[in-house]
C-alpha cells in the first residue's frame, strides 16, 4: 500500500507544478512568454554579431591533386564574413589569370592544405577573371564550416575543363574585424566585372 502512495505522490508532482505555474501567471502569459522569448533570441544574436576578413592567395602548385598544364595560374580571394547568431554573409571578391581556359566553377572547400575536401560555399558557375558575389545561409549555425574558414581549414579553388578537380587553390586565412549587422536567408549571387 506505501508503494502505491509513493507512485500516487510522484505522479501528482508534475501536475501539481503545472497548476502552481499556471496559478502564478507563468503559464497563462503566453504573450509575456512570447516576448520574452523574443527579446532573449533577439539579444543573443546582436551579441554574436562578428565580421571577420578572409584571404587566400591561389595558385596551381597549391592544388590537390596536381592540376595538368597549369604552371602559369594564380589568384587571389577577399571576403568579409559576417556573422549575426546562426545565419552568415561571405561576401567575395575573386580573380584570377593564366588558367588553362575558361573557369567552369569556383567553391569554398573544407581541408586542410595539400587534402582535397567537400564543397562547402558555392562561389560561381561559370566564373569570369573578376568576380565577385555573396552567399548569406548558415554559416554560424554550422560549427564545423565556421570552425574551418576560421582556423585555416578551409581553401578556395577554381575548376576549369582540363582541371576538373581545381585548377588552382589556395588556403583561407582570417582576421576578425569590426561587429557589424548580418544578413538572412540562404542564396548565393555572383556577377563579373
Not at 595538368?68 to 546562426?86: E, V
Not at 555573396?134 to 564550416?145: A, D, E, H, V
Request: proline share 5%; with cysteine.
Amino acid at each position: 500500500m506505501q508503494k502505491a502512495s509513493s507512485r500516487a505522490t510522484l505522479l501528482a508532482l508534475p501536475l501539481l507544478a503545472a497548476v502552481a505555474l499556471v496559478a502564478a501567471g507563468c503559464g497563462g502569459g503566453n504573450k509575456a512568454l512570447t516576448t520574452t522569448k523574443a527579446t532573449t533570441t533577439k539579444s543573443a544574436a546582436k551579441a554574436s554579431s562578428k565580421s571577420y576578413a578572409l584571404t587566400a592567395t591561389l595558385s596551381s602548385a597549391q592544388a590537390a591533386p596536381k592540376a595538368r598544364d597549369a604552371a602559369a595560374g594564380a589568384g587571389t580571394f577577399s571576403a568579409t564574413i559576417t556573422l549575426k547568431g546562426k545565419t552568415g554573409t561571405l561576401a567575395w571578391h575573386l580573380r584570377f589569370t593564366h588558367l588553362s581556359g575558361p573557369a567552369t566553377a569556383a567553391h569554398v572547400h573544407l581541408g586542410r592544405p595539400g587534402t582535397a575536401g567537400p564543397i562547402a560555399i558555392p562561389l560561381c558557375a561559370p566564373c569570369k577573371a573578376n568576380s565577385h558575389g555573396s552567399f548569406t545561409g548558415p554559416i554560424g549555425g554550422n560549427l564545423r564550416l565556421l570552425h574551418a574558414l576560421l582556423g585555416g581549414a578551409a581553401y578556395v579553388n577554381v575548376h576549369t575543363r582540363l582541371n576538373p578537380q581545381g585548377e588552382i587553390r589556395g588556403q583561407i586565412k582570417a582576421s576578425p574585424t569590426s561587429r557589424s549587422a548580418g544578413g538572412t536567408g540562404g542564396t548565393t549571387t555572383s556577377s563579373g566585372y
